[in-house]
């Protein structure tokens, strides 16, 4: 159990880690390349490491050096040996393997905790068969353990319905140039939007391109291939809204550093939610910088910045008036049911929360510390330690969960003075 502390306004500056979203795609793309890839500034986190782990068990190379990841790539061929591999609950690697199990040939088993057993998968499990690979729930209902037998991807035409998870496109999508035919994909409910745009992003700066008709089809064509390159991660839009909000609830002024305002990862846009909220901001090239002012509730859907849901809930807190998040359906679907998590523990901290199916409303007023349970979810913890800086009394439980994205967290918070002894 971790204290936080009480800061009368959190003033300084913190550089980002990579973005854990650019590392895994880069990685499966590497994976795939012809030649070596060396990527510089790649996350090293529990997830990250699930995903390194699943491909040196299919056969690819990789090793460190320094902050960076080399990747020896193998052209799309993989070890052809029957394989189980564990991924922990990292939904992302579960998605991405289980697509890239799609290549090699015979029988992969792919796994993970008890809450990783209950996320979906069915729709890229039903895409791939539609590719012409058996892959199946072997539990019969959606979710993992999966078994993928394969003896190559044949391509041919998928439709997947991606509201619960844009990652069963993204996976499709990564592995499609090795088809034996041109993949072409139809999309229905498209979750997180701003993700399969990352995907398409690596993807593109490996050489291969990805046609799409305004996201409703996305089409790949056979016998495009990756080249091993020199690829820089950029920093994590994810893990910047932790110190944007901890500006915004103290009234402070944080810098945050390896932070590109102009990227493609969607979650650059909590600096216009935090603007809408009374926030001034400042942008730079490669930084920029949240000053807190008094804060109002707002209303938005935030369907394309899901992960950002329980920083944007703990903020609405500190805020006057109501603070209303729509279109989240998918994160029931999370390290935890965040929708659920977030009322509970909002609630033991004297906050007025109302949840739906797909949305969560939250009253600013009076906040009192309180024992906050992670749910084992890395983002509800560094979420809550936000509310730890402006009420005494908030203590993490399970604070290491931090380690499956930003293992850094405690250490970076802490410069600011902000970790109780």
Same mark, same amino acid.
């Given at each position: 159990?971790?204290?936080?502390?009480?800061?009368?306004?959190?003033?300084?500056?913190?550089? +980002?880690?990579?973005?854990?979203? $650019?590392?895994?795609?880069?990685?499966?793309?590497?994976?795939?390349?012809?030649?070596?890839?060396?990527?510089?500034?790649?996350?090293?986190?529990?997830?990250?490491? $699930?995903?390194?782990?699943?491909?040196? &068990?299919?056969?690819?190379?990789?090793?460190?050096?320094?902050?960076? +990841?080399? !990747?020896?790539?193998?052209?799309?061929? +993989?070890?052809?040996?029957?394989?189980?591999?564990?991924?922990?609950?990292?939904?992302?690697?579960?998605?991405?393997?289980?697509? /890239?199990? @799609?290549?090699?040939?015979?029988?992969?088993?792919?796994?993970?905790?008890?809450?990783?057993?209950?996320?979906?998968?069915?729709?890229?499990?039903?895409?791939?068969?539609?590719?012409?690979?058996?892959?199946?729930?072997?539990?019969?209902?959606?979710?993992?353990?999966?078994?993928?037998?394969?003896?190559?991807?044949?391509?041919?035409?998928?439709? #997947?319905?991606?509201?619960?998870?844009?990652?069963?496109?993204?996976?499709?999508?990564?592995?499609?140039?090795?088809?034996?035919?041109?993949?072409?994909?139809?999309?229905?409910? +498209?979750?997180?939007?701003?993700? !399969?745009?990352?995907?398409?992003? !690596?993807?593109?700066?490996?050489?291969?391109? !990805?046609?799409?008709?305004? $996201?409703?089809?996305?089409?790949?064509?056979?016998?495009?291939?990756?080249?091993?390159?020199? $690829?820089?991660?950029? *920093?994590?839009?994810?893990?910047?809204?932790?110190?944007?909000? @901890?500006?915004?609830?103290?009234? *402070?002024?944080?810098?945050?550093?390896?932070?590109?305002?102009?990227?493609?990862?969607?979650?650059?846009?909590?600096?216009?939610?935090?603007?809408?909220?009374?926030?001034?901001?400042?942008? *730079?090239?490669?930084?920029?910088?949240?000053?807190?002012? &008094?804060?109002?509730? #707002?209303?938005?859907?935030?369907?394309?910045?899901?992960?950002?849901?329980?920083?944007?809930?703990?903020?609405?807190?500190?805020?006057?008036?109501?603070?209303?998040?729509?279109?989240?359906?998918?994160?029931?679907?999370?390290?935890?049911?965040?929708?659920?998590?977030?009322?509970?523990? /909002?609630?033991?901290?004297?906050?007025?929360?109302?949840?739906?199916?797909?949305?969560?409303?939250?009253?600013?007023?009076?906040?009192?510390?309180?024992?906050?349970?992670?749910?084992?979810?890395?983002?509800?913890?560094?979420?809550?330690?936000?509310?730890?800086?402006?009420?005494?009394?908030?203590? #993490?439980?399970?604070?290491?969960?931090?380690?499956?994205?930003?293992?850094?967290?405690?250490?970076?918070?802490?410069?600011?003075? @902000?970790?109780? &002894?």
């Amino acid at each position: 159990m971790i204290e936080i502390k009480p800061l009368h306004h959190c003033n300084g500056s913190v550089r +980002l880690p990579g973005s854990k979203s $650019y590392t895994h795609r880069a990685l499966i793309v590497s994976a795939l390349a012809r030649g070596e890839s060396l990527l510089i500034d790649a996350l090293r986190s529990e997830d990250t490491e $699930y995903t390194i782990r699943g491909l040196k &068990k299919m056969g690819i190379t990789i090793f460190p050096e320094g902050t960076s +990841l080399r !990747v020896l790539g193998q052209g799309g061929r +993989l070890r052809d040996e029957e394989d189980t591999i564990f991924l922990g609950n990292s939904g992302t690697s579960m998605r991405f393997l289980t697509a /890239l199990a @799609a290549l090699k040939r015979g029988r992969t088993l792919l796994d993970g905790t008890e809450r990783m057993r209950g996320r979906p998968m069915g729709e890229l499990l039903r895409g791939l068969e539609s590719l012409g690979v058996s892959a199946r729930s072997l539990w019969s209902n959606g979710c993992p353990p999966v078994a993928v037998m394969s003896t190559g991807l044949r391509g041919g035409r998928a439709k #997947i319905d991606s509201e619960q998870s844009s990652q069963f496109l993204s996976a499709i999508l990564m592995v499609a140039p090795y088809a034996q035919q041109d993949v072409e994909i139809e999309v229905s409910g +498209l979750s997180s939007r701003p993700y !399969v745009d990352i995907t398409r992003d !690596v993807m593109s700066a490996f050489g291969v391109e !990805v046609e799409s008709d305004r $996201y409703r089809s996305f089409a790949v064509r056979s016998g495009q291939r990756y080249c091993g390159r020199e $690829y820089r991660i950029e *920093g994590d839009a994810s893990h910047a809204s932790y110190f944007f909000s @901890a500006a915004a609830v103290t009234g *402070g002024r944080v810098r945050v550093e390896n932070f590109n305002p102009g990227s493609v990862q969607g979650d650059t846009g909590f600096l216009e939610i935090l603007e809408r909220m009374g926030c001034e901001t400042t942008r *730079g090239d490669d930084w920029a910088e949240v000053k807190g002012l &008094k804060l109002r509730g #707002i209303e938005i859907d935030m369907n394309g910045m899901p992960d950002l849901v329980p920083t944007l809930a703990v903020t609405g807190a500190f805020a006057q008036g109501e603070t209303v998040i729509r279109g989240i359906g998918h994160l029931r679907f999370k390290e935890s049911d965040r929708i659920r998590a977030l009322k509970v523990e /909002l609630t033991k901290m004297g906050v007025r929360v109302e949840e739906g199916e797909d949305w969560l409303r939250i009253e600013g007023g009076e906040v009192h510390g309180t024992e906050i349970e992670t749910h084992d979810d890395h983002r509800l913890a560094m979420s809550f330690a936000l509310a730890g800086l402006v009420v005494p009394g908030v203590k #993490i439980q399970g604070e290491q969960c931090v380690a499956k994205s930003f293992p850094e967290f405690w250490q970076k918070l802490g410069t600011f003075g @902000a970790i109780a &002894k």
